[in-house]
């Protein structure tokens, strides 16, 4: 018999924790993975600031900077998700939908503001349009933790 971990609903849901070790090991994916994009959101927010001002155009560093907040952004978000994944039955969707969401949308802005210090313009048509794709991806994750919220009997 499996044991569920404690803040669960009861009854069958396709989103729910299995056993309390999945919980286990889903806060500390979220944890890693939360850390790690926060990590490189700081280095890439710290090159595009003093490495990258000099070389690329006003609004290509305006690219690269969007790029660096929603990374942070959803970093923050992992993080916040380790500290709540064993109150919220669907938190491997969430981590997920953020992790795709970080390599589609800051991803493709990332590559073009680059775009022509990298000599890649032709690549334009085809990275333009991840950006909303990676942006669909951090609506889905913010809907599906809220969601979660709403239907968990203690709110969170």
């Known amino acids: 018999m499996h044991q569920r971990s404690p803040g669960l609903r009861t009854g069958a849901s396709y989103f729910q924790y299995p056993t309390t070790i999945f919980a286990v090991l889903m806060e500390k994916r979220s ?5 790690l994009v926060l990590f490189l959101a700081v280095g890439l927010g710290a090159f595009g600031a003093h490495a990258l001002k000099p070389l690329l155009s006003t609004d290509a560093l305006a690219q690269w900077h969007t790029a660096v907040h929603y990374q942070f952004y959803h970093g923050l978000g992992l993080v916040l998700l380790a500290a709540l994944a ?4 669907a938190a491997r969707w969430v981590y997920w939908a953020f992790v795709l969401g970080i390599l589609l949308f800051c991803g493709s802005i990332y ?4 775009r022509e210090l990298l000599g890649i313009q032709t690549l334009s048509p085809f990275l333009g349009p991840l950006t909303p794709f990676g942006g669909s991806c951090f609506l889905a994750g913010w809907g599906i933790l809220f969601i979660s919220a709403l ?3 203690d709110g969170g």
């Open 31 to 35: 944890l890693v993975a939360g850390s």
């Open 86 to 89: 064993p109150q919220i039955p």
């Open 111 to 114: 590559l073009l503001s680059l």
């Open 151 to 153: 239907r968990s009997p």
